[in-house]
């Protein structure tokens, strides 16, 4: 079979590395083509080619993509020939729904050649319509075949719009489970070879995008200086510039590791992150965390009259309750930032209760295994389609 993915960003690369995984062992010979990134690449070895590079594609905040909107035109287009060229079995699309929900449009419209059949489509992670543009569930109903959801609570809302989802468990289980166990040798590795010091560490995951960057380190930086008996960490990704790290750690001692999310957060005693699927993650490692988040004020703007949410961190959405601080925009300030740290630091008025509710919380979050789950239903359902 051959499977065209496409993933737009960092969290759509992991998810998207942890199918590629699972589809091989379903299907050993798949062919696969993809928009995704590092993960992605080591999870097909040697059975994929990469189209393009989310860091390419990676565009957030309302004034951002309006910004770059010719940009954004030429990759669709340049994605739609692609597809059309190469004729997939299936196109498995991975969140993103401003690029994916088009590109399930163009396949289900375009007119494919005579004795060819149409590709099938599949949303693998639903997009997040619960929260805003819900009109995007006609969309869905009209372009796709099979969608997956990764939260329990939106089989309900999908059937109320006439969608049966399929839900098999969230695949951040799976991520997180296949991190090997902290252990004293592996924390003196890993504070060694990236030349920390023996204070305890606190992690600032200020986001994989520039302009998560630009409006959330400047704070969390400040906030370090208020605790010169931790270590403060900044997790950089290699698809940014070092230098746009450096203008905002000039003159502090915050140390900087890139492409260690994971490994910084499980090290921690604490963090302060941005808001997104890093939250989740972080909470699944059980390391107490204050999320915050900055963006442009027409963002903001936008995001307050569009967003029906009581919530914006993945957190306490799932939950359905404050476990996790949320301070966003106006109120993430550096002293209100560090007077969270410290009730959720080791004894922190807020410490215990928050180590008690993510354990909650991976109970609520299921078994891993949920990224094989998956990939066996999307093979199943193309080999009963491709055999009527």
């Not at 299936?90 to 994916?100: A, H, K, S, T, W």
């Not at 300030?333 to 959720?344: C, G």
């Not at 919380?361 to 094989?372: C, K, V």
Request: aromatic share 10%; proline share 4%; glycine share 6%.
């Amino acid at each position: 079979m051959k499977y065209y993915i496409i993933a737009g960003e960092a969290s759509g690369d992991l998810h998207g590395s942890n199918l590629i995984k699972g589809l091989l062992a379903a299907d050993p010979t798949a062919d696969i083509r993809f928009w995704g990134g590092d993960k992605m690449i080591a999870a097909a070895d040697g059975h994929g080619t990469l189209v393009k590079h989310y860091k390419e594609a990676s565009i957030m905040g309302f004034w951002e993509v309006v910004k770059n909107l010719r940009r954004i035109g030429c990759q669709m287009r340049f994605c739609r020939e692609d597809i059309a060229a190469w004729q997939p079995d299936v196109l498995i699309l991975i969140d993103y729904p401003g690029f994916n929900l088009r590109m399930a449009e163009f396949v289900r419209k375009h007119r494919w050649p005579e004795g060819t059949k149409r590709p099938e489509v599949f949303y693998y992670i639903a997009p997040k319509v619960w929260a805003w543009k819900a009109k995007r569930v006609v969309k869905l109903r009209e372009y796709i075949d099979k969608l997956s959801i990764i939260f329990p609570f939106e089989t309900g809302y999908f059937r109320k719009h006439g969608i049966e989802a399929f839900y098999a468990g969230n695949p951040i289980m799976d991520s997180v489970a296949e991190r090997p166990a902290l252990t004293p040798e592996s924390s003196a590795a890993f504070r060694q070879a990236n030349n920390l010091d023996d204070r305890p560490i606190i992690a600032l995951v200020a986001g994989s995008r520039s302009s998560e960057i630009q409006y959330n380190l400047p704070n969390m930086v400040a906030v370090s200086r208020l605790f010169p008996e931790y270590q403060f960490v900044v997790t950089g990704v290699s698809w940014l510039d070092k230098s746009l790290y450096d203008d905002y750690l000039k003159g502090s001692d915050v140390r900087f590791v890139c492409d260690k999310t994971y490994e910084t957060i499980a090290q921690s005693a604490a963090a302060l992150v941005t808001s997104g699927t890093a939250t989740l993650e972080t909470a699944l490692l059980n390391v107490p965390e204050v999320v915050c988040f900055r963006s442009s004020a027409i963002s903001i703007w936008v995001a307050k009259r569009l967003v029906k949410l009581r919530f914006i961190s993945l957190v306490n959405l799932i939950m359905d309750r404050e476990v996790v601080r949320e301070l966003i925009q106006e109120d993430f300030t550096p002293e209100i930032a560090a007077e969270e740290l410290r009730s959720v630091l080791p004894g922190g008025a807020k410490h215990d209760r928050i180590i008690q509710d993510f354990k909650e919380l991976r109970i609520a979050m299921g078994e891993p295994g949920a990224s094989e789950r998956v990939a066996r239903e999307m093979v199943r359902l193309l080999n009963v389609n491709h055999s009527s």
